[in-house]
């Protein structure tokens, strides 16, 4: 049986270490895979086509957008940063499962667009916590940590919105609490019906 | 900590086995319990009140439902059945679980009164294996076994309405799929509600 991979759209403030939950977490998992972002920004050096975003041209992106090609796109500073649907498509169709990083305001659009999607938002233990590791961070300054708490601040804010709210405080344990997740929506309803549908069939 | 236990509402045909697979979960756990139901018919042998049913008179039956005091009820051949709402509620403050093995109608009651129970349906890997292993039973004889199947059929069409369906396989998985689903749901949004606030409070 070649069951439909699943769509995870997982998000969490600057700070939260979400990159890190996810890394590992993929690192320890078949029949998973990353989705590669489009942008119309330019590559900095050591960024590959295909491998870090897929870079398009303004025209190449607007085009695909009009046609229903991007799941969620927005535009930041100018450029246009987006989820191609193809590829999704594809790695779903092959039973593999798909992780998107991306942004609350993508992910509320993917929660309109696919029923099917699997939200998960990444929290901290608490804001003050957020703050010690922003800070902590020593890479950027004062103002550039405020600027990071307070988008970190909107962004809890729609946390209820998700399907699902784990808690980093330890790697480990969000690890796990990921993949109970991840494992338990094999079995929500959404992605039961085809087999419900056939046990219906045949009673 | 003591987080408010979640309720979990359990059904599924007769001879699926949900009975095996809720009895060794439970059995493998700590801090769940069983929900004991109210029921107006007699005792029978060697059954205890509070323990297999708390038994109560049909005007204390219909008073404590008049009151809001079940969660779901029902008259089966002149009898009433349901869940009493205070022991389920005691337990949850108390930071246990609570499973319910109810049926359909009665889990589509809750699912409108209880945001936030669990609804799981337990489900046979197709209908012609419900079938054999009715017949199996060897307990049963044909128009009872033809009763159950027709039940069964109704019973089935109603699993998409279930948050969760769980295949009975075998009981070793369907244990593991249980335990998945629950440990999952503590993450569920209607469970993070609590700690959301708290965080978006001291933001």
Redesign the interface.
């Known amino acids: 049986m070649n069951k439909k991979g699943q769509l995870i759209v997982i998000s969490g403030p600057s700070g939260v270490g979400k990159g890190t939950v996810i890394q590992k977490y993929l690192a320890s998992r078949d029949k998973i895979v990353y989705s590669v972002s489009a942008t119309t920004r330019k590559p900095r050096p050591g960024e590959q086509h295909g491998v870090h975003y897929f870079f398009l041209s303004c025209e190449e992106f607007e085009q695909l957008a009009q046609q229903g090609g991007m799941l969620e796109y927005a535009n930041y500073n100018g450029n246009y940063y987006g989820t191609p649907k193809a590829p999704v498509e594809q790695q779903r169709a092959l039973g593999n499962d798909v992780v998107l990083e991306i942004d609350v305001q993508g992910a509320l659009q993917i929660k309109k667009s696919c029923q099917d999607a699997l939200l998960i938002f990444i929290?901290?233990p608490?804001?003050?916590e957020l703050e010690a590791r922003l800070v902590g961070r020593d890479t950027e300054d004062a103002k550039t940590v405020e600027n990071r708490l307070n988008i970190?601040?909107q962004e809890?804010?729609c946390?209820?919105?998700?399907?699902?709210?784990?808690?980093n405080d330890t790697v480990e344990q969000a690890i796990k609490?990921l993949e109970?997740?991840i494992?338990?929506?094999r079995?929500?309803?959404n992605n039961?019906?085809e087999?419900?549908d056939?046990?219906?069939q045949?009673?």
Do not use: C, T, W
Request: charged share 20%.
């Open positions: 929290a901290p608490s804001f003050a970190a601040k809890l804010k946390a209820g919105e998700y399907d699902y709210v784990i808690v609490r109970q997740v494992s338990a929506n079995y929500h309803k039961m019906k087999f419900l056939e046990v219906n045949n009673a």
